[in-house]
């Protein structure tokens, strides 16, 4: 038997940020060290990088956010730990409303046998109630098959968050997840099997996660043991997914430098410092020196290694610094830098 060719589609979840490990990487491994083949495919080989995203570098820069299919960040971030060898076809943000209308182009480019779905939290976030997200996951399903008509499909429910968003959106996640067995066991054909991946039971958005929503090392772990256990129902793995020694743990969050620090214009200074392996986001802070004025901390973090500090007073001496984050969790501050701001 060839070795299965395996696609995941999903949103960041599945994709992962740049230095994660991602449960895509971590359920490779396994197969990989129990001698199961397996080729992972898909239009993608990286993470996500936020240092490379067309629209979060608009929004640090001061520019216009540009639009358009073509506006997409290269999916080509770093892996936590080595490469992932193959491709998937997963990205932040994206949806089953969205999916549907290009899955059958990716599945046709690469022929999958295996689709791992991990679609629905970001539907029940923007798009629409539980009804819609299961109308349109149908519709994946049939674009997908139209491609590959005997493709089998583990569909993941949703693991949950216990601090983002509000009751009815976790009442909205709750009835998603009640739901979706029963539509997953009407889509199922002999040809085309389709199984739930429960991710959901025993995952803790408060020690799996990072950030209520996205997995730690620990919820990698989670969520490739999930999926794994539900490939061996169909023949794909030996064993179940037992976590590497030593467990993995998020990596240290380093001081970062200020590498840089130029006026802009008159009312405006542009900061560059050093990236932060492990970090998914950075804190600015500021004062006005000149007026004598408390510290302050930004109220959004920076999702990048520059940032535009706009709406200075020409003339006033501001001090910087600048911290990496991950989540909640914030990392030693860089030592402080002061510059004029005016030309």
């Not at 629409?128 to 005997?150: H, K």
């Not at 039971?201 to 919820?219: C, E, L, Q, V």
């Not at 020196?289 to 990048?304: A, K, N, Q, S, Y």
Request: proline residues 9%; negative net charge.
């Amino acid at each position: 038997m060839s070795a299965p060719r395996i696609m995941v589609l999903g949103d960041s979840l599945a994709s992962g940020m740049q230095d994660d490990y991602t449960w895509r990487w971590q359920l490779a491994q396994h197969l990989q060290r129990t001698g199961t083949p397996a080729e992972f495919v898909g239009p993608h080989t990286g993470t996500f990088s936020m240092y490379d995203d067309p629209v979060l570098l608009a929004l640090v820069e001061g520019r216009p956010v540009p639009t358009g299919p073509g506006v997409a960040n290269p999916m080509t971030g770093p892996y936590r730990e080595g490469s992932f060898e193959g491709g998937h076809c997963a990205r932040p943000g994206w949806t089953a409303n969205a999916a549907k209308d290009s899955v059958r182009d990716h599945v046709a480019t690469d022929r999958p046998d295996f689709l791992l779905v991990q679609l629905g939290f970001n539907d029940l976030a923007v798009v629409g109630p539980p009804e819609q997200t299961l109308e349109d996951l149908a519709a994946v399903v049939s674009e997908a098959r139209a491609a590959a008509p005997e493709a089998t499909f583990l569909v993941a429910n949703i693991a949950g968050t216990t601090t983002w968003g509000n009751a009815w959106f976790r009442k909205s996640i709750k009835e998603y997840n009640a739901k979706l067995p029963a539509a997953l066991n009407a889509l199922s054909t002999d040809r085309s099997p389709i199984a739930l991946v429960d991710v959901h039971t025993g995952f803790d958005p408060d020690t799996d996660t990072y950030d209520s929503i996205h997995p730690n090392p620990a919820g990698e772990l989670a969520m490739a043991r999930a999926f794994a256990d539900a490939l061996r129902q169909f023949g794909v793995g030996r064993e179940p997914l037992q976590p590497p020694l030593p467990h993995p743990r998020e990596i240290p969050l380093s001081e970062p430098t200020i590498v840089t620090a130029r006026v802009h214009s008159d009312a405006d200074v542009m900061l560059d410092w050093n990236r932060v392996r492990g970090a998914s986001a950075y804190r600015i802070a500021l004062r006005d020196v000149t007026l004598g004025e408390p510290r302050t901390e930004g109220p959004i973090p920076v999702l990048g290694d520059h940032w535009l500090a706009q709406g200075l007073t020409a003339g006033h001496v501001y001090e910087f610094d600048v911290a990496p984050a991950r989540g909640e969790r914030v990392g030693p501050r860089s030592k402080p830098l002061r510059l004029a701001a005016g030309r």
